[in-house]
């Protein structure tokens, strides 16, 4: 019952870490895509209200892309 | 590029609803508008569960983004064509006004901690809609099973590499009988300027049966006039199976079971013909409300050759909609499978 218990607590800290693990590096990539967009300088970033100001100040249209 | 403001958008927290409506299955989507919010068009069309680009190109893309520089130096004395490119108000301003959606996100993302866990995804505000009906047991209509209808639900291939060029009409479709020939250039239709595919699938979208659609190609040349009458069901031609939404329709509707439609060699080994019923059991979920199928008694390789009494469900996609139209959460189905040579009978609980 007790070598049970363990096999169930090992396995599940070993599902909840790699779970971790995912998670970081999903949030890694999310980091490093905005770092990288920012970067490029061309684009507002997650931010519409900037890029509609922009917009009304240039009188340029709006590309806007959900990616 | 330049000639635009560009904007990046990453995920749908707090989305206007009334201004952006899309096909949110996509896991690409531009919109060209102006300051106004005034929407010259979209861009972003798929197929296909793995390959996201079979269906737009670079050339088609730079094509759009010139018309759209066109029509934005005319405005606003074209204001007027681009009405219809926005639905009226919706009745959730945000993804987050959804029972199923309420409180679990933020209105921005959080980078300090867990970034991906606070973004809400495109998809899961299409899971929202369907979510709702079935919270509130009524039939799913089929606007909200089949969004974004591509072309060739009405007979229509377009080129990916035009706006909107016909590549192909299918024999004996509505596109056809409308009197399409493959290379008409669509202009408009219903009067909307069309600069992309995408333009195409929100007119479709935005349709019920029993419209009619005016449109206006440019053929060797000349411009025509061509009216397509949407009959009744028009929209149940069109294969869901590939969209990212699917998954929890798969919940809802087969317990988590992914099914395919049994190749012709495997039919004849199960000595069935190619008219009968045949959906073979791909994946089983696993965990949770996924896995009420396997805890039902289903097994990978298992053939569904009945279902609910029905044995003329040819598709996932037919099987979904039955089940999304038909039977409510919490109804338990029959079903017939065949399992290594021989016929089985389980039940199945609805979600």
């Known amino acids: 019952m007790r ?29 490093e895509d905005r770092k990288n967009v920012s970067e490029l300088g061309d684009w507002n970033y997650n931010d519409l209200p900037a890029g509609m100001a922009e917009a009304k100040k240039t009188g340029k249209p709006l590309l806007i892309v959900f990616r | 590029m330049d000639q635009f403001v560009c904007v990046r958008i990453v995920q749908a927290n707090a989305l206007d609803l ?10 690409f989507a531009a919109f060209f508008m102006n300051a106004d919010k005034t929407i010259y068009g979209r861009f972003g069309t798929r197929s296909d569960t793995k390959d996201a680009t079979r269906d737009i190109s670079i050339e088609g893309f730079r094509k759009a983004l010139v018309s759209a520089l066109e029509w934005h130096k005319q405005y606003p004395a074209n204001k007027d064509l681009f009405r219809d490119k926005r639905q009226a108000e919706s009745k959730h301003k945000t993804p987050a006004e959804y029972p199923s959606l309420r409180g679990k996100f933020k209105a921005t993302l959080n ?10 995804h495109c998809h899961q505000i299409h899971n929202a809609r369907q979510r709702l009906y079935r919270s509130q047991r009524k039939p799913v209509p089929d606007h909200i099973i089949y969004p974004w209808p591509l072309p060739t639900v009405v007979g229509l291939s377009l080129d990916p590499r035009e706006m909107a060029k016909v590549r192909q009409v299918t024999k004996d479709s509505l596109a056809e009988q409308a009197g399409f020939r493959s290379g ?18 929100w007119v479709l979208h935005t349709a019920r049966d029993g419209n009619k659609l005016k449109a206006k190609v440019v053929r060797n040349g000349q411009e025509q006039s061509l009216d397509i009458s949407l009959e009744r069901g028009w929209r149940t031609k069109e294969d869901i199976s590939w969209r990212t939404t699917s998954w929890d329709l798969r919940r809802m509707a087969a317990g988590g079971l992914h099914l395919i439609r049994l190749p012709d060699r495997d039919r004849r080994k199960a000595k069935l ?26 097994r990978h390789d298992d053939i569904i050759v009945s279902f609910d009494g029905r044995t003329d469900l040819m598709s996932e996609t037919e099987l979904f909609a039955y089940v999304l ?3 409510m959460a919490g109804e338990v189905v029959p079903v017939t499978l065949i399992r290594g040579g021989g016929r089985l009978k389980l039940k199945l609980r609805m979600q």
């Open chain 1, 3 to 31: 070598f049970r218990l363990s096999a169930i607590l090992a396995g599940f800290l070993v599902l909840t870490t790699a779970t971790a693990q995912a998670q970081n590096k999903r949030d890694d990539k999310v980091k």
């Open chain 2, 18 to 27: 009334s201004l952006f409506q899309f096909d949110y299955d996509l896991t």
């Open chain 2, 111 to 120: 980078y300090d901690k867990n970034v991906a866990r606070s973004c809400m």
């Open chain 2, 184 to 201: 008409d250039e669509i202009q408009s239709i219903n009067g909307q300027p069309i600069l992309s595919i995408a333009d195409v699938q």
């Open chain 2, 273 to 298: 013909t190619g008219k009968e019923m045949a959906l073979f059991v791909d994946h089983v979920g696993q965990y949770g409300e996924h896995a009420v199928a396997k805890r039902a008694g289903f």
């Open chain 2, 325 to 327: 139209k038909k039977r």
